[in-house]
């Protein structure tokens, strides 16, 4: 029995070998629609589908017309509960390879070998947001991969904030509850921006260190594939030889961890709710890998307790200075789903979906965390069989004596569906941890069943002040400014004063400086006890790549042909996409009579839907579009985007006397060779942060 599952594991490692996609989940993929006869669910090919079944032309519908019952009745019941936090999702596929193997530190059989590529399917959401809201909300990001190993499915359901709210999961639903929409009106969604959850917060001092993180850049991704994802708790890696060591799993994007300004955050909400989701199925779409590395901090047993707080409280981090980060694999994204509901919607994730060689700790938040994804996926996907739904099966083969259920699909047979048992020789039976069977990792734990936390998980303060102390000065105004919008939103001029009084723990300057600005009194002084930072924190330490950035070409008729086929062309080179913008969708003529196609307009996408812009201008352009030229120009200096300018492009630059022209803006007599460096040079850098905007 043993070999023969070992055969079929052996046959389908090799089949992944062979091709990353993920066979298993190819075999339900149906073909698509075309050259098909229609059919009901049950086969039968159907006459008529644009008229219900009538008696007479004008007369009533009748109840036996069973092919209009099944149409309605199916289309009656096609949406599902969305999920209670996270509802609002997007999802690829790809592979996950390993630079080196990871054996030292754990058996897990896919972390072994650099050879093999391991299938996964990773999904990104908002947190707050109702499954219809918009992309870019202030919110953490779920970042949650699911590993088709031929061990089993490893799900490492991650965020792009390190830290969380809470240390102990019995608080979740009080947060959620706290910044959802307000429970008697629904107002407002996805958004944090409110009473209920200040309130919350001014009530909960270890949620600081979060806090921060949300109102920093982090909470407001350029991109899904611009983001980092932390696995949050400690978890442990467990080697061959039983030897364990703490692991903080860390995802770090290729192209660098960059964010969008909140202004422009705010106006995509509006003009473009898809952006983050658009983003990484056009880029997919196009041709382009998403890549992240996958890397681990990791600590000794023996040093537990070797620092200033405790390794398995969630709402610190490891700083990784102190704990360096150790990059072992890469993650490629590089197929987008077929069917969004099938796929994406359908997926569940769960942190208890662990191989040998990786296991928990007791960090508590981690703990209750084990309990809640398999709860309500019981709910969301209509009951036990969840784990048959493609996506979500297993790439090895699974057997057990589970049986029914809503939703079966396994036809199991035979009469035998307990154990032990002698009717089947006890098949399917345990397998001995030698031979690959999961066993936990035996922790010496001891101690009286209580409801307390440890003195250890009490300093809520100290690493958020190191999380102010290792921003950059343009994070940190963002923070300022993060935290008045915020509190400018709530009402209650109490919860404003204590939210004040509580960040001047973690540095009193700035709670003094947001205060002022909601009519709240000064903060009592705080003495804060760290002063040291981190400058893997900061963004401004991130790598910085022009590739896949999008550009705005900004066109009239009569434009400069040569400037813009170089700028274009430097563009291109350098992998960044240009999009030609006009007042009208179709071909835009050069002076010299070369056409360049429009696929945009001033009306469909403003300067928000771009990372950089290029204005040659155009001698025809009329009065109009000199105006929405010099509109898009203006709102992408105050979104702090690099701008190009050439010809009547410079002279509507020119007009505008901006406070600070010096920064990320290139502007010349005609295109040449530094010019076009320098505009790549720009978008690479991303956003102009210093730039004086008043
Ligand atoms: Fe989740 N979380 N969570 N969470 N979480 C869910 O599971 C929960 C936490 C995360 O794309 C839910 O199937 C509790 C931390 C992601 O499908 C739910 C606690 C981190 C996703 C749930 C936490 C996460 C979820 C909702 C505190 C980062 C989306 C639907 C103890 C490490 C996965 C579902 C996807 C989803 C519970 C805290 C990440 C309700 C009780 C910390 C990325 O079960």
């Known amino acids: 029995m043993a070999e023969k599952v070992d055969e079929k594991i052996n046959d389908n490692r090799k089949k992944i070998d062979e091709n990353s996609k993920n066979e298993q989940l190819e075999n339900f993929r149906s073909t698509d629609n075309e050259n098909k006869e229609l059919t009901t669910n049950q086969g039968l090919k159907m006459a008529e589908d644009e008229f219900s079944l009538t008696a007479g032309e004008r007369g009533p519908t009748l109840i036996e017309d069973f092919h209009f019952r099944e149409k309605m009745t199916h289309f009656d019941h096609e949406r599902i509960p969305e999920r209670v936090v996270h509802a609002r999702g997007f999802a690829a596929h790809g592979h996950f390879k390993l630079y080196e193997s990871m054996k030292p530190y754990t058996k897990a059989k896919f972390l072994q070998d650099p050879k093999v590529k391991t299938p996964v399917f990773v999904r990104f959401s908002t947190v707050v947001g109702q499954r219809g809201s918009k992309d870019t909300p202030r919110d953490a990001r779920g970042f949650a991969t699911k590993f088709y190993t031929e061990e089993g499915n490893y799900d490492l359901v991650a965020n792009n904030i390190p830290v969380f709210f809470i240390q102990d999961g019995i608080k979740f639903p009080d947060v959620v509850h706290a910044i959802k929409p307000e429970p008697h009106n629904e107002i ?9 959850f200040w309130d919350w917060v001014s009530q909960n001092q270890e949620t600081a260190h979060m806090i921060m993180w949300l109102m920093s850049d982090r909470a407001i991704p350029r991109s899904f594939r611009m983001m980092e ?49 658009r983003d990484l199925w056009d880029t997919i779409d196009m041709g382009n890998d998403v890549e992240f590395e996958l890397g681990v901090q990791i600590i000794e047993e023996k040093d537990e307790f070797a620092f200033d707080f405790d390794i398995l409280d969630s709402t610190k981090i ?33 942190p208890g979906n662990v191989v040998p060689g990786i296991d928990f700790s007791n960090d508590p938040l981690l703990q209750t965390r084990l309990f809640s994804y398999t709860d309500t996926q019981l709910l969301r996907l209509g009951g036990p069989n969840f784990h048959e739904i493609p996506i979500n099966r297993p790439v ?79 994070e940190k105004q963002h923070i300022l400014k993060a935290f008045r919008f915020e509190l400018g939103k709530v009402k209650d001029k109490d919860i404003q004063q204590k939210i004040v009084d509580m960040f001047a723990n973690v540095d009193t300057e700035m709670a003094t400086e947001f205060g002022k600005t909601l009519n709240c009194t000064t903060p009592e002084p705080k003495k804060q006890t760290i002063t040291k930072s981190s400058p893997a924190l900061s963004q401004e330490n991130t790598p910085k790549k022009p590739n896949t950035r999008k550009a705005a070409i900004v066109l009239a008729d009569g434009f400069n042909g040569d400037d813009v086929k170089t700028t274009v062309e430097a563009l291109h080179t350098a992998g960044v996409t240009a999009a030609v ?20 307009t001033f009306l469909t996408d403003g300067s928000i839907a771009f990372d950089a812009v290029y204005v040659d201008g155009g001698a025809n352009a009329d009065k109009k579009f000199e105006e929405d030229a010099k509109m898009f120009i203006k709102e992408a200096y105050t979104h702090y985007k690099p701008i190009a300018v050439t010809n009547e492009g410079k002279q509507w630059l020119d007009s505008q006397q901006f406070a600070d022209p010096n920064t990320g803006i290139m502007s010349s007599e005609s295109v040449n060779n530094e010019f076009t460096t320098q505009f790549v040079d720009a978008i690479a850098n991303h956003r102009f942060w210093t730039r004086q905007l008043v």
């Open 188 to 196: 407002p969604q996805a958004t944090a921006a409110h009473d209920t």
């Open 229 to 277: 994802g932390f696995g949050v708790h400690a978890f442990r890696f467990v080697n061959e030889e039983g030897k364990a060591h703490f692991v903080k799993f860390h995802w770090k994007p290729v192209l660098g961890t960059h964010s969008l300004a909140w202004d422009e955050a705010e106006k995509l909400g509006g003009k473009d709710p898809d952006f983050n989701r």
């Open 318 to 350: 490891w700083p990784e200075e102190d704990v360096p980060v150790k990059l072992f694999g890469k993650m490629t994204l590089n197929r987008n789903v077929d069917n969004f509901f099938a796929e994406t919607e359908q997926a569940a994730f769960h």
């Open 396 to 474: 090895c083969p699974f057997f057990n004596h589970q049986r029914d259920g809503f939703h079966r699909q396994t036809i199991n047979k035979g009469k035998v569906a307990h154990h032990k048992n002698a009717m089947a020789n006890n098949s399917p039976q345990p397998v001995s941890e030698e031979n690959g069977g999961y066993a936990h990792y035996q922790e010496k734990v001891e101690g009286r069943k209580v409801r307390a936390r440890s003195e250890s998980f009490k300093d809520h303060f100290s690493q958020a002040t190191l999380f102010w102390n290792s921003m950059s000065e343009p």
């Open 581 to 600: 913008v006009s007042d009208k969708l179709g071909p835009i003529k050069a002076a010299d009579g070369r056409e360049i196609e429009a696929k945009h």
